[in-house]
């Protein structure tokens, strides 16, 4: 059975920091690229970052590049979102994906909330 479980999330005053994580079990993780998206109330989910299978490769959107990293561990089955400077914007669910790219495969996590007020 697959899973992917995203935890870290929470409420943060503008300027701190969080780091999610996403344990995975039920699928060979060195095979699946691992991305991050968000949703936040009221739009479209959007990609925020992305890692290649052996973590080597890293891209992130333009709205948090320079504040947010990307990683993964292969040996854990996990991937991390290290989230810094957090602005009021960054706010939404969270959720963390696997594919394979150009098969049509993909796993998705339920998500976790980060909210950033003062």
């Known amino acids: 059975q697959v899973q992917l479980v995203e935890s870290g999330g929470g409420l943060v005053q503008p300027g701190g920091s969080l780091r999610l994580s996403c344990a995975t079990s039920?699928?060979?993780?060195?095979?699946?690229?691992m991305k991050w998206y968000r949703q936040a109330p009221g739009k479209e989910r959007e990609f925020v970052a992305g890692v290649t299978k052996d973590g080597g490769v890293k891209r992130y959107a333009e709205s948090v590049k320079g504040r947010f990293t990307i990683s993964r561990d292969n040996v854990r089955k996990t991937a991390s979102l290290q989230m810094n400077s957090l602005k009021l914007e960054d706010t939404a669910v969270y959720y963390c994906?696997?594919?394979?790219?150009?098969?049509?495969?993909?796993?998705w996590g339920q998500g976790t909330q980060v909210t950033v007020s003062s």
């Open positions: 994906k696997a594919e394979v790219v150009g098969q049509n495969i993909e796993y």
């Open positions: 039920g699928f060979t993780f060195h095979y699946y690229v």
